[in-house]
């Protein structure tokens, strides 16, 4: 074995060739959670183009009445059956928390949505093996899986999370309403052990590689390991780049915030912006894809502020991004500065708001953040008295 070659090859490439090493001395030579990010990539390889193929056929090639979210509801599905059951076979004692699961499924009012999810993770399952696949982890031609298989894949998202051990979150498609438009959406999947994200992939189908060239090739996968540093990887998994975010400078310092401001308060942002006077106009896209732009440098923050009371965060919503976060060079809070907590179960739990920027913007966002939240909780205050 030529290990000076092997070094010599950058990272990713590296972590391809481990499977061809023996088993022992891979893991004497390899990196912490070498298997478990190559198995990421893969999983979120194959549930992007399994729903970048959902759109294009129940969404592009049929009149969908306004409202009707049967495609999201197809790719969901599809997507975590496809993710869970590679985990099953990669890693069969990781227990796994998701967003979705199986009852109406089995039901047979719904035998048409079933014959369809099966069909479309079939069809990502069996799909030719690609550099970085292995086929054990039930990939490739000749690797259908039944239909109550793939059900019991779904149904295996129902982990109530914790503090200790592993444990996966799966997002089959972060983004609903981007999906449906045909804009940014996620494909998101990190590995938690003991309440701490270790590993996290991005999957962006609609995604630039260069948001200034907005017509240029898109698709981006994003894959952090904590203490390893973050990468942008093309779709395809080749041409990987390190993220490093941009330092903070207040005259191209702008906010990357949710299309709809139902999920985050534009106007709580806005007032932000005036304090810190701020002057770029913010940059609004669905999905965690906002986490992967904000570790490449596009943008300065994502503030994720509440619209509602008592609403608390899943999970599977920031565990993946709050990774890419960390290891480009960011800090990622609740809006008191509490670090986010992965070891309440499903959600956050109390943690308030979510706030992520690079290390030197920091500590002024999250001052004027709690500024501006006091403004509004005195505003509520007086408008509830009169």
């Given amino acids: 074995m030529n290990y000076r070659f092997l070094s010599s090859i950058n990272s990713y490439s590296f972590h391809f060739c481990l499977p061809f090493i023996p088993a022992t001395t891979r893991r004497s030579m390899s990196l912490a959670y070498t ?122 998202g129902n982990h109530e999370g914790g503090r200790s051990g592993r444990m996966w979150t799966i997002d089959p498609i972060d983004g609903t309403k981007g999906f449906l438009r045909g804009e940014q959406y996620a494909v998101c999947l990190a590995l938690i052990v003991d309440a701490q994200v270790q590993v996290g992939v991005l999957g962006c189908p609609n995604l630039p590689l260069n948001l200034s060239k907005p017509d240029e090739d898109k698709g981006c996968l994003f894959v952090a390991v904590k203490g390893q540093g973050a990468q942008q990887l093309k779709l395809t998994g080749t041409d990987p780049a390190p993220l490093m975010m941009s330092p903070y400078t207040p005259s191209s310092f702008s906010f990357l915030e949710s299309v709809e401001a139902a999920h985050s308060s534009h106007s709580t942002s806005s007032r932000i912006s005036a304090i810190l006077g701020l002057t770029q106009p913010p940059i609004r896209m669905d999905s965690q894809a906002k986490y992967g732009c904000l570790a490449r440098g596009d943008g300065g923050a994502y503030m994720r502020m509440p619209t509602g009371v008592g609403y608390k965060e899943k999970i599977w919503d920031h565990a993946t991004g709050s990774l890419l976060v960390t290891e480009s060079g960011g800090v990622i809070t609740d809006s008191r500065g509490l670090p986010l907590d992965f070891g309440l179960g499903r959600t956050l739990g109390e943690n308030y708001g979510v706030i992520a920027t690079v290390k030197d913007a920091h500590a002024k966002l999250l001052s004027a953040v709690q500024e501006v939240v006091k403004q509004e909780q005195e505003e509520a205050k007086k408008s509830k008295a009169s």
């Fill in 35 to 156: 298997t478990e990010k190559q198995f990421a990539i893969s999983a979120v390889r194959r549930a992007c183009l399994l729903t970048s193929s959902v759109f294009n056929k129940l969404v592009k090639n049929e009149t969908l009445v306004k409202g009707d979210k049967s495609p999201v509801t197809v790719g969901d599905f599809s997507a975590q059956a496809v993710i869970s059951s590679m985990l099953h076979r990669a890693f069969p004692d990781d227990p796994i928390v998701g967003e979705e699961d199986a009852a109406d499924l089995r039901a047979e009012s719904g035998a048409s949505l079933r014959d369809r999810i099966v069909e479309l993770a079939n069809e990502a399952l069996t799909a030719e093996l690609v550099i970085g696949d292995i086929a054990e982890w039930g990939i490739g031609p000749g690797s259908e899986q039944s239909v109550d298989n793939l059900l019991d894949a779904i149904d295996r």
